[in-house]
């Protein structure tokens, strides 16, 4: 049970019998209880205190006492995350030491074969991201991944590392999609969306790229390091960034009188559907969408949704 927090079988099956046993227990009890050698006992007791599962009292003989579990293992829990951001920290390290190594000769292209060690590759690029991931977001996608993913990004963004995503407009054609789109906007991704986003790609630091080519159940990714190539797929991100859309803000702008709920409406306008689809999505008629969409466009001084949506941008609406 406690093997994923450095706990052995050993020791946890003594921690459990300290657990239950009173009063507390000497080493001969628990020698006696566990048919166990008295220094092999020792060995154990001494490991749990170490790990802060018990704590020896005062006195002769020495009587051991179990910590409350909960409190316990919330320390336990605590230490293997500590150490699990010391070892990205000597991963990042050791990445250095490798590429000093190899750089000399390189082929900056990589080719990443199967499903799963795609999942891995595109959530290792993430972790190392210091500064700026950008994505272009496109159907189909590794579904098992996605929750992974995500918890990585508002990690990430949490931490200061900065989000642009360019959805295609099918990206956000699922209630799902479009909801987990608006949480991370909300959480402080920047986001646009585009009809017809050519390829899916990240790219971590200006630096390092991903570019999956094969997007059946066998997924192959072109892994890109410092090159040309990697250049050359920034200025395409950023000539698709400046044709997007911007979507969702959370504040609107000042001198605006437009609501949360009117923000959702332009945004998704923004991804290209129609009144009668966004009215499926919102719940309810398509009359009630067409009179808050003309209500917006006359607040916004708008003839069409095009320029709607031209005023919201200028405006930083859904920036």
């Known amino acids: 049970m406690l093997g994923a927090l450095g706990v052995t079988a050993a020791e946890e099956a003594l921690y459990k019998v300290v657990l ?23 060995r154990c007791l001494a490991a749990l205190r170490e790990k802060g599962l018990i704590t020896r009292t005062d006195g002769r003989p020495a009587r051991f006492r179990a910590a409350p579990p909960e409190l316990a293992i919330e320390v336990l829990v605590l230490h293997g995350r500590q150490r699990i951001e010391e070892a990205r920290l000597a991963a990042t390290e ?3 030491l490798w590429a000093l190594a190899h750089q000399e000769n390189e082929i ?38 996605i929750p992974r993913q995500t918890e990585v990004q508002l ?12 959805y295609d407009r099918e990206s956000l054609a699922g209630a799902d999609q479009l909801a987990l789109a608006r949480e991370l906007t909300r959480r402080g991704e920047q986001a646009r969306v585009l009809d017809g986003v050519p390829l899916k790609l ?51 702008a000042p001198g605006v009188d437009l609501g949360e ?9 923004a991804a290209g559907f129609t009144d009668e689809v966004i009215a499926r999505k919102v719940g309810v008629n398509k009359r ?22 031209l005023q919201a941008g200028r405006k930083g609406l859904l920036r």
């Not at 239950?20 to 000497?26: D, K, L, M, N, S």
């Not at 009179?291 to 069409?304: E, S, V």
Request: charged share 25%; proline share 8%.
């Open 94 to 96: 050791l990445t250095g």
């Open 20 to 42: 239950a046993t009173r009063p507390e227990p000497t080493v001969g009890d628990l020698a006696g209880a566990t048919g166990r050698p008295p220094a092999q006992v020792r």
């Open 261 to 269: 709920e009117d923000i959702r409406l332009l945004g998704f306008a």
């Open 288 to 309: 009630t969408i067409e009179r808050r969409m003309r209500r917006i466009m006359d607040t916004l001084g708008a003839r069409t949704r095009f320029q709607a949506g």
């Open 108 to 145: 900056p292209v990589e080719i990443i074969k199967g499903a799963q060690a795609n999942v891995q590759h595109f959530l290792l690029a993430q972790l190392t991201a210091k500064d700026e991931v950008l994505t272009l977001d496109k159907p189909p996608y590794v579904t098992a991944g």
């Open 202 to 252: 990240l790219i971590t630091d200006r630096a390092n790229a991903l570019v999956p080519f094969v997007l059946c159940e066998e997924r192959q990714t072109l892994a890109l390091r410092p090159s040309p190539l990697v250049n050359g797929l920034l200025a395409l991100f950023e000539f698709l960034w400046e044709r997007g859309t911007p979507l969702w803000s959370t504040e609107p």
């Open 155 to 166: 990690e990430q963004m949490a931490r200061g590392v900065s989000y642009r995503t360019i």
